[in-house]
């Protein structure tokens, strides 16, 4: 229990810690003459030790300088939400001269009690006025506040620009964490052989995380092999088409380029792998990519059955054993297995 593992760790008597738990926090109390030793330099022992145990999240462990009161966590390099968080998280930039800030504030702090009891959600402030905070802020293009943004898996995924109320802030951030996973995939899927969100177009996925007949876009669907003959090229091979198709990283920042059209992206592949594309007269004009790339690692752990349920046991006997490489089309929830080869080159992919 956690009163034993206290007593343990600072040799305390039977009956000399109580752990009184509240609704957001625990609060550690030891009981007699050892509790003054403790108090006195034992703190860090006992806040590491609720750290290893769960009880409290890193975000509660690592306080930051900041005005906002619980349960809005002040935010700071230390306890910055990386990629490997869960949560989504809505923080806001800001300062505390700022009027706007100050009008914010008592809703703000009325949006984190509300989602409280939601673990998917974090609501984080940093105040970009204190020294060591500015790079995080200029990091993240703060030119003005308050600054609404969501991160998701540790970077900006989107600024929030609607009205600084209660309700629209919790209907929107509520909508990024339901469309989470659209760019980059679930944090939960095997990564296989696209580990770098920095560099890799390609999004992992899984049976928690597939498309479906709600997707927006269309999806191309590598199943592989990760032991396969040939898997740095097939990465290389998936992410040129991604790439050729308008998909960019997960963690990519804004550069600046005006994405194409997807009738020159169209264009541009038919010319490119030599491919017969017939584009209508007029469009298409989105500027999404033409195609969602995914990939399936299905040598990754609990990947197999999944992999089966797709492909059909004997496809998937074929990629797991023997390397081959299967790509499913997916589109308005339909499925179609339209490539299988032992080898997987840009060309064949973009086909």
């Known amino acids: ?31 007699g003459s050892s509790a003054s030793s403790v108090a006195a330099g034992g703190s860090s022992k006992v806040l590491a030790l609720l750290l290893l145990l769960g009880v409290i999240s890193r975000s509660q462990a690592e306080s930051c300088e900041g005005s906002l009161k619980s349960p809005v966590v002040n935010l700071c390099p230390s306890n910055w939400p990386n990629a490997t968080e869960d949560k989504v998280w809505l923080v806001v930039f800001h300062a505390p001269w700022c009027g706007h800030c100050k009008t914010l504030e008592p809703k703000y702090s009325d949006l984190a009690r ?19 905070h500015q790079p995080l802020c200029r990091k993240n293009k703060i030119v003005g506040y308050p600054t609404l943004k969501a991160i998701v898996v540790g970077t900006p995924a989107r600024s929030y620009e609607g009205a600084r109320e209660t309700e629209p802030l919790l209907s929107w951030i509520r909508k990024v964490v339901s469309e989470k996973g659209t760019k ?12 770098d969100r920095a560099v890799d177009l390609v999004v992992p996925l899984c049976k928690a995380h597939f ?29 040129e088409v991604a790439s050729d198709m308008g998909n960019e990283p997960p963690t990519a920042g804004r550069t600046g380029v005006t ?6 992206r169209l264009a541009s592949l038919a010319e490119k ?28 752990e609990g990947q197999s059955s999944f ?32 490539h299988q080869a032992s080898t997987m080159t840009p060309r064949a992919l973009a086909e």
């Not at 980059?184 to 580990?195: A, D, E, N, R």
Request: proline share 5%.
């Open 307 to 338: 992999c089966q349920t797709v492909l059909g046991s004997a496809v998937a006997r074929q990629v797991s054993a023997k390397g081959k490489i299967g790509v499913i089309l997916v589109s308005g929830g339909e499925q179609k297995l339209v």
């Open 1 to 31: 229990s956690l009163q034993s593992s206290l007593r343990d760790a600072f040799l305390l008597p039977p009956r000399r810690v109580l752990v009184a738990m509240a609704s957001s926090f625990p609060r550690v109390v030891c009981l």
């Open 211 to 239: 498309p479906g007949g709600d997707s927006k876009h269309d999806w191309a669907v590598v199943f592989y092999s990760t032991r396969a003959s040939g898997a740095e090229e097939l990465r290389l091979a998936v992410n």
């Open 184 to 195: 980059g995939g679930s944090v939960k899927c095997p990564m296989g052989l696209f580990k």
């Open 259 to 264: 994405p194409k059209r997807q009738r020159e």
């Open 114 to 132: 509300q989602l409280q009891g939601e673990g998917s959600i974090g609501i984080g402030a940093i105040d970009c006025s204190i020294a060591e």
């Open 273 to 300: 792998f030599k491919l017969n594309v017939k584009l209508p007269k007029v469009g298409p004009f989105s500027k999404h990519a033409i195609a969602k790339i995914g990939g399936v690692c299905c040598d990754c």
